[in-house]
């Protein structure tokens, strides 16, 4: 029988409500499929940063290390400035762990509606293949002459070789394994005068390699709207840390709602951990409430699945997912329903179990 120890972060806000839920769809998916599952808590969160003055304790990448997989819900809350949160957490998992791809699906679920006129399930299905661990996150730069009228601030961006390529090889090899075996390139080569040519020549130089693969780029700015006038158009989206996240949250958004969107942060090499999480925030705004959408959290604890070599449990988890929306089991409000999160959680969980 398959093991897995998986660490269990829920973090901020919502993270919190939707966490319980990922798990207890997780639960029902293994025991069907006979796989244990033994999860770890870690409390770290702001909460834990107001206590100790730390997002996670100084050896906290040292005693995630063993498990097999991180399972997180959101980090950031008002009170924790957003880049001490974020720069405390969740980008230090990324680069120890060597998760340099994010892997963000999105797809049109039958039973939702798209702000997009005339739009219906199958129109919009992609992947955007974001570069994880460098490009324009980077804590390279500083401040001169702070709080005076000379102030000057610099933000450096990383692009190396290696970084570059093995991102873009894996959007390649993953448009290989779809039907329309397309890449959309992201750039801004007119604006950043180094980075984005580079990339670029990266890009034409890997697509050599594919000859099958049908590929093209668009500066960030029309690719946006291009994203909002034909979403049908794309298959596989690459881009860069800085291009991909913002492409990761426009594109769920044209499915109906960014909350049912997961996050894959991918060691593709697999000797370290990969961690999965929603790609949603922790939604201050309606947190302690009860109405967060779980459905992003439980489409990552799928992807978790899939990685960790189970295939079927991906596939039950997903055909839970897509029966709850298509015949309208307990949705949220975001979804245009009244339930509130353990509920969508629970009927998810009974569609596992009774099928
Ligand atoms: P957010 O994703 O938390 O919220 C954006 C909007 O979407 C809000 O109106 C929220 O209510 C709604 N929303 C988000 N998830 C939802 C769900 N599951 N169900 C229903 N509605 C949902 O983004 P925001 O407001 O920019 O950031 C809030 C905090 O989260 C900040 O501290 C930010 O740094 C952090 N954050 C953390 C991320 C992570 O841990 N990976 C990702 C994005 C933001
Ligand atoms: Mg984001």
Redesign the pocket.
Known sequence: MSQFNIAVIP?????KE?IPEGLKVLQAAAEKHGIELSFTHFDWSCETYHKTGRMMPEDGLEQLKAFDSIF???????GVP?HI??WGL?LPIRRAFNQYVNLRPVRLFEGLQSPLANKKPGDIDFYVVRENVEGEYSAIGGIQYEGTDDEVVLQQSVFTRKGTDRILKYAFELAQTRDKKHVSSATKSNGLFHSMPYWDSRVAAMAEHYPEVKVDQFHIDIFTANLVRMPEFYDVIVGSNLFGDILS?LGPACTG???IAP?ANINPEKDLPSMF??????????AGQN???????IWAAAMMMQHLGHPEMHDTIMTAIETAIREGHAL???MGGSANTQQLGQAITDLILSH
């Open positions: 973090g901020d806000g919502i993270g939707v997180l819900g959101a980090v950031g809350f008002p957003d949160s974020l969740l949250d709602t960014i909350a996050s999480e929603p790609v949603h925030g922790s939604a201050p705004d309606i109405i967060a959408n779980p459905i992003g959290t949220t409000r975001d």
